[in-house]
C-alpha cells in the first residue's frame, strides 16, 4: 500500500534561519507530489507541485522553493525565514481527479 | 474559473443528530468533487469523491454527499453524528484547464459534536 512520510511534526525556527521539510512517498513510482501550506484558520494554499524528478511548478510566488532530487522524494526549503512563513505545511500526493494522499503535515512556527 | 463557497465556519450538532455539512461550487466544466476530513493537528483525509459516476456517493464513516448540477452543490451528510465525528472538513472542486487539473479547497468547516 502506499504510504507518504514527513517530517519534522512540529519546528520553531528564529526569522532568518534556513528550512528544510522532507516528504516521501512509498508503495508507487512516479507520484505527482505537492505542498501545501495551511494558516491558522484557513483553508490549504498550493505551493508547489511536481509531476517528475527536477520538474517543480510555483503557484504563488515567496519566500519559498522546492526541489525533487528523486522520484518519490520532495524537499521544500527556504533560506531565510519570515514571521509570515509560519503555518501547517502538508505534503501530498496523488492527482486532481482521483484525490490527495496527505502526509500527517510539519507545523512551523518562525519566532 | 472554479470556486468552492462552505456554508458555515462552524457546524455544532448533538451526538445521534443528522450531519449536514454545505458545500457550494462554481466550474465552467463538469467538476470532480470531493471531501476531506482533517483532525487535530494531521493531514487531510479523503472522505468521498464524485467523478461522475453516481450523484450520491457514500464514503467512509457513514458520511455520503450528493451531486446536485442544477443547486450546483455538493452537501456531505450522515444520518447520526458520532463524537469522533468531530473535526474539520474541507469540500474541494477539481477542473481542467489550460494547465491541466487544478484542485481548489474551501475554506473548511468545524464539526462540534455535542453529548
Known amino acids: 500500500s502506499q504510504t507518504i512520510h514527513q517530517w519534522p511534526a512540529t519546528l520553531v525556527q528564529p526569522v532568518g534561519s534556513p528550512l528544510s521539510l522532507e516528504c516521501t512517498v512509498e508503495?508507487?513510482?512516479?507520484?505527482?507530489l505537492y505542498w501545501y501550506r495551511q494558516a491558522a484558520g484557513r483553508g490549504l494554499q498550493l505551493l508547489f507541485y511536481?509531476?517528475?524528478?527536477?520538474?517543480i511548478s510555483s503557484e504563488v510566488p515567496q519566500n519559498l522553493s522546492a526541489s525533487r532530487p528523486q522520484d518519490r522524494q520532495f524537499i521544500l526549503s527556504s533560506k531565510k525565514l519570515l514571521l509570515s512563513d509560519s503555518g501547517f505545511y502538508l505534503c501530498a500526493w496523488g492527482g486532481t481527479v482521483y484525490g490527495y494522499t496527505f502526509g500527517s503535515g510539519t507545523r512551523l512556527t518562525v519566532v | 474559473a472554479q470556486s468552492v463557497t462552505q456554508l458555515g465556519s462552524h457546524v455544532s450538532v448533538s451526538e445521534g443528530a443528522l450531519v449536514l455539512l454545505r458545500c457550494n461550487y462554481s466550474s465552467s466544466v463538469p467538476p470532480y468533487l470531493f471531501w476531506y476530513v482533517q483532525y487535530p493537528n494531521q493531514g487531510l483525509q479523503l472522505l468521498l469523491k464524485y467523478t461522475s459516476a453516481a450523484t450520491l456517493v457514500k464514503g467512509i464513516n457513514g458520511f455520503e454527499a450528493e451531486f446536485k448540477k442544477s443547486e450546483t452543490s455538493f452537501h456531505l451528510t450522515k444520518p447520526s453524528a458520532h463524537m469522533s465525528d468531530a473535526a474539520e472538513y474541507f469540500c474541494a472542486v477539481s477542473e481542467a484547464n489550460t494547465g491541466g487539473f487544478k484542485t481548489i479547497f474551501g475554506a473548511g468547516t468545524r464539526l462540534f459534536v455535542k453529548a
Open positions: 511536481s509531476v517528475g524528478i527536477g520538474q
Open positions: 508503495g508507487t513510482s512516479n507520484p505527482n
